[in-house]
């Protein structure tokens, strides 16, 4: 049975807190204690701290979702073709107010209602690298900011390179008292020194009290890299308050899983995925990548905490509360690509606070948000030893019972695509001579099939859960990629770097494995059970080629409504559609103008709901570039 809100009701009424409305501990646990308009908005980049990506909005919804127009669109205006640019933004709203970040990291204030401008702040200019470099140059990618306010103090976090800049919410001036005239530099610090070495932050933090908690991203080797070490600080300030080494320092807990002084030579364990906050426990939940180099572990032996971890600290200094490690001693770049789901289920008749981890794997973990014990049963399996000098591959990896994997696991040869003879034919002969088969098969100088592949499966779209029913919703795609070991040059780091990430595919781009090759798939977390599963995307060359609907790479996430609705951008046909959240039939779509290869966000200004997605472009999908937010209404 649907559990449905009634809006009028609804909107008379407000959450116990927004805590509770966040993690919907009951999903219908609502009292009436004044107004509060913050469920109405969108203020994390999670939707709500513990990254639900849920609404209560049901303005928009089954009945009238086929009446969704565009009601505005705002161009940025720097996008770039040579190379391409892209926009992974999901906006921030509050105070009626929407905050983006463009392709070129300018940071806009836009008028929630009718996309006008309010202000525009480029971070970059002034600083020695934009001068040197000039406005053309590329800055990498930002999924967008982060707000706090403390009274009539409201303040915009945005990273740009290794700094971290604190705007004025309704100025976009710096704060000049905090850090140095506004920013901090994000390279100091992290008790290692990082020259030359790569470090950026490209997904919003988050705020507990008045602290801005950050993740990292750094470089994946086979050169030198920075640690990931999550650190957290005074959002007045701008001065760090503690910092939790990913990469265990002696005398903490993990530390023994390095060998020898390993634990100072090696980088990575960051979280670049987002984090999530449970603000009533004070508990921050982190989601670390893999320890550099990502495909050799020769140099760094052993089992490798808190790389390719789910982490719980405590919110208010750092320390570790539990950890559960997903992949050990990680040969195959499976970072934990998205930030931990804070969630609520439903087990044999008691409701139990989890967190839920998706992977680009395609598995789901679920734990206990306290304790950090699996909440389905997970065994340790043994898989494949590895024959590259020097390396000693974990011998066991963690699979978890339920729920089944929401994507096929190994590329084996009864798998090779079947959309012509000749796409077939040419596959056939690669296959042969490469390694596959078996997922947690080790990279050689073979070459080795990785699949699901190093964007996934799931990469940092992540997913989206109903509280309502306790569904997880998620995206994948099914991508082989090809990492082939070669000798790496002296002075590397590593005795092994790789030919490059190379995507498994035919003489005319397309995956090399039969097709799915994106889906979208509802996962019923009280029981563990795949409730639905649908295609995601399509190649209308091929559908006029007489071959059914295959799906495409979908990069970004999806958001569930009160409304009965899951909306999703994401496929590289550039289409934005809203699906029925109990059945996965598509109600709606839209042609956008670049792909939207970002997270939609859904609010509510002066008792009208709109939806927003980025139509960025670009990216890893390889499309063209785009530029445009677009939100959608009704008449």
Same mark, same amino acid.
């Given at each position: 049975?649907? &559990?449905?809100?009634?809006? $009028?009701?609804?909107?008379?009424?407000?959450?116990?807190?927004?805590?509770?409305?966040?993690?919907? $501990?009951?999903?219908?646990?609502?009292?009436?204690?004044?107004?509060?308009?913050?469920?109405?908005?969108?203020?994390?980049?999670?939707?709500?701290?513990?990254?639900?990506?849920?609404?209560? #909005?049901?303005?928009?919804?089954?009945?009238?979702?086929?009446?969704?127009?565009?009601?505005?669109?705002?161009?940025?205006?720097?996008? $770039?073709?040579?190379?391409?640019?892209?926009?992974?933004?999901?906006?921030?709203?509050?105070?009626?107010?929407?905050?983006?970040?463009?392709?070129?990291?300018?940071?806009?204030?836009?008028?929630?209602?009718?996309?006008?401008?309010?202000?525009?702040?480029?971070?970059?200019?002034?600083?020695?690298?934009? %001068?040197?470099?000039?406005?053309?140059?590329?800055?990498?990618?930002?999924?967008?900011?982060?707000?706090?306010?403390?009274?009539?103090?409201?303040?915009?976090?945005?990273?740009?390179?290794?700094?971290?800049?604190?705007?004025?919410? $309704?100025?976009?001036?710096?704060?000049?008292?905090?850090?140095?005239?506004?920013?901090?530099? #994000?390279?100091?610090?992290?008790?290692?020194?990082?020259?030359?070495?790569?470090?950026?932050?490209?997904?919003?933090?988050?705020?507990?009290?008045?602290?801005?908690? #950050?993740?990292?991203?750094?470089?994946?080797?086979?050169?030198?890299?920075?640690?990931?070490?999550?650190?957290?600080?005074?959002?007045?300030?701008?001065?760090?308050?503690?910092?939790?080494?990913?990469?265990?320092?002696?005398?903490?807990?993990?530390?023994?899983?390095?060998?020898?002084?390993?634990?100072?030579?090696?980088?990575?364990?960051?979280? !670049?995925?987002?984090?999530?906050?449970? %603000?009533?426990?004070?508990?921050?939940?982190?989601?670390?990548?893999?320890?550099?180099?990502?495909?050799?572990?020769?140099?760094?032996?052993?089992?490798?905490?808190?790389?390719?971890?789910?982490?719980?600290?405590?919110?208010?200094?750092? /320390?570790?509360? !539990?950890?559960?490690?997903?992949?050990?001693?990680?040969? !195959?770049?499976?970072?934990?690509?998205?930030?931990?789901?804070?969630? &609520?289920? *439903?087990?044999?008749?008691?409701?139990?606070?989890?967190?839920?981890?998706?992977?680009?794997?395609?598995?789901?973990?679920?734990?206990?948000?306290?304790?950090?014990?699996?909440?389905?049963?997970? %065994?340790?399996?043994?898989?494949?030893?590895?024959?590259?000098?020097?390396e000693k591959a974990w011998p066991t990896q963690p699979f978890p019972l339920k729920p089944p994997p929401y994507t096929r696991q190994a590329f084996t040869e009864d798998q090779i695509t079947n959309i012509s003879p000749e796409a077939h034919a040419y596959i056939s002969e690669i296959?042969?001579?490469?390694?596959?088969?078996?997922?947690?098969?080790?990279?050689?100088?073979?070459?080795?099939?990785?699949?699901?592949?190093?964007?996934?499966?799931?990469?940092?779209?992540?997913?989206?859960?109903?509280?309502?029913?306790?569904?997880?919703?998620?995206?994948?795609?099914?991508?082989? !990629?090809?990492?082939?070991?070669?000798?790496?040059?002296?002075?590397?780091?590593?005795?092994?770097?790789?030919?490059?990430?190379?995507?498994?595919?035919?003489?005319?781009?397309?995956?090399?494995?039969?097709?799915?090759?994106?889906?979208?798939?509802?996962?019923?977390?009280?029981?563990?059970?795949?409730?639905?599963?649908?295609? #995601?995307?399509?190649?209308?060359?091929?559908?006029?080629?007489?071959?059914?609907?295959?799906?495409?790479?979908?990069?970004?996430?999806?958001?569930?409504?009160?409304?009965?609705?899951?909306?999703?951008?994401?496929?590289?046909?550039?289409?934005?559609?809203?699906?029925?959240?109990? *059945?996965? /039939?598509?109600?709606?779509?839209?042609?956008?103008?670049?792909?939207?290869?970002?997270?939609?966000?859904?609010?509510?200004?002066?008792?009208?709901?709109?939806?927003?997605?980025?139509?960025?472009?670009?990216?890893?999908?390889?499309?063209?570039?785009?530029?445009?937010?677009?939100?959608?209404?009704?008449?």
């Amino acid at each position: 049975m649907r &559990t449905r809100f009634n809006r $009028r009701s609804f909107l008379k009424s407000s959450a116990v807190s927004w805590l509770a409305a966040s993690n919907l $501990r009951n999903s219908v646990a609502w009292a009436s204690t004044g107004t509060d308009k913050r469920f109405k908005e969108w203020r994390s980049y999670g939707g709500d701290p513990g990254g639900m990506r849920y609404s209560p #909005l049901d303005q928009i919804n089954r009945s009238n979702i086929r009446d969704l127009r565009v009601a505005w669109t705002y161009h940025t205006g720097d996008k $770039r073709d040579r190379p391409r640019t892209t926009i992974e933004c999901t906006p921030v709203v509050a105070d009626g107010l929407m905050y983006i970040t463009t392709a070129l990291i300018n940071v806009c204030a836009l008028d929630a209602a009718s996309g006008k401008l309010v202000w525009r702040f480029d971070p970059f200019a002034g600083s020695p690298d934009y %001068e040197a470099t000039g406005a053309e140059s590329i800055r990498g990618v930002n999924r967008g900011v982060t707000y706090w306010e403390n009274g009539r103090d409201k303040r915009i976090f945005v990273t740009a390179g290794p700094r971290l800049v604190c705007l004025d919410a $309704r100025t976009g001036r710096p704060v000049a008292g905090f850090g140095n005239k506004g920013s901090v530099d #994000l390279t100091k610090g992290l008790g290692k020194d990082i020259s030359g070495m790569m470090y950026d932050v490209t997904s919003p933090g988050v705020v507990y009290k008045n602290l801005l908690i #950050l993740g990292s991203e750094v470089g994946e080797g086979p050169e030198p890299a920075a640690p990931g070490h999550v650190r957290a600080f005074d959002a007045r300030t701008g001065e760090m308050v503690w910092i939790f080494h990913t990469i265990p320092e002696p005398g903490e807990v993990g530390h023994e899983t390095w060998e020898g002084d390993t634990w100072k030579t090696t980088g990575g364990a960051n979280d !670049w995925g987002g984090l999530s906050l449970d %603000e009533e426990r004070g508990m921050v939940f982190l989601a670390l990548g893999s320890a550099a180099f990502d495909f050799y572990g020769g140099q760094r032996p052993g089992q490798n905490l808190f790389a390719n971890s789910v982490v719980a600290l405590d919110a208010a200094t750092g /320390k570790r509360v !539990w950890h559960y490690q997903i992949v050990h001693h990680d040969l !195959w770049d499976r970072d934990l690509p998205c930030l931990p789901m804070l969630v &609520t289920v *439903n087990q044999e008749g008691r409701r139990v606070d989890a967190v839920a981890q998706v992977t680009k794997f395609s598995k789901v973990f679920v734990f206990d948000r306290e304790t950090g014990k699996p909440i389905f049963p997970v %065994e340790e399996r043994a898989v494949p030893a590895s024959d590259a000098e020097g390396e000693k591959a974990w011998p066991t990896q963690p699979f978890p019972l339920k729920p089944p994997p929401y994507t096929r696991q190994a590329f084996t040869e009864d798998q090779i695509t079947n959309i012509s003879p000749e796409a077939h034919a040419y596959i056939s002969e690669i296959f042969k001579k490469v390694r596959g088969g078996d997922p947690y098969l080790p990279p050689s100088e073979q070459g080795t099939i990785v699949f699901p592949g190093f964007d996934g499966g799931t990469d940092w779209g992540g997913g989206s859960f109903d509280p309502a029913t306790g569904w997880l919703y998620v995206n994948s795609s099914d991508q082989p !990629w090809i990492v082939t070991l070669v000798r790496a040059k002296p002075g590397a780091g590593s005795p092994f770097a790789i030919t490059g990430y190379n995507r498994f595919e035919d003489q005319d781009g397309y995956p090399a494995i039969k097709p799915p090759w994106g889906q979208l798939t509802a996962i019923d977390l009280n029981k563990g059970e795949m409730a639905w599963q649908v295609l #995601l995307g399509e190649f209308k060359e091929l559908t006029a080629r007489g071959i059914p609907q295959t799906g495409t790479q979908n990069i970004g996430g999806s958001v569930v409504t009160a409304g009965g609705l899951l909306f999703i951008g994401a496929t590289k046909d550039e289409k934005f559609r809203a699906f029925d959240k109990t *059945n996965g /039939k598509v109600l709606w779509e839209a042609q956008l103008e670049a792909g939207g290869y970002a997270t939609a966000c859904t609010y509510e200004v002066d008792g009208k709901q709109y939806v927003c997605i980025t139509a960025g472009g670009g990216g890893k999908p390889r499309t063209k570039s785009g530029d445009a937010f677009v939100a959608f209404a009704l008449p």
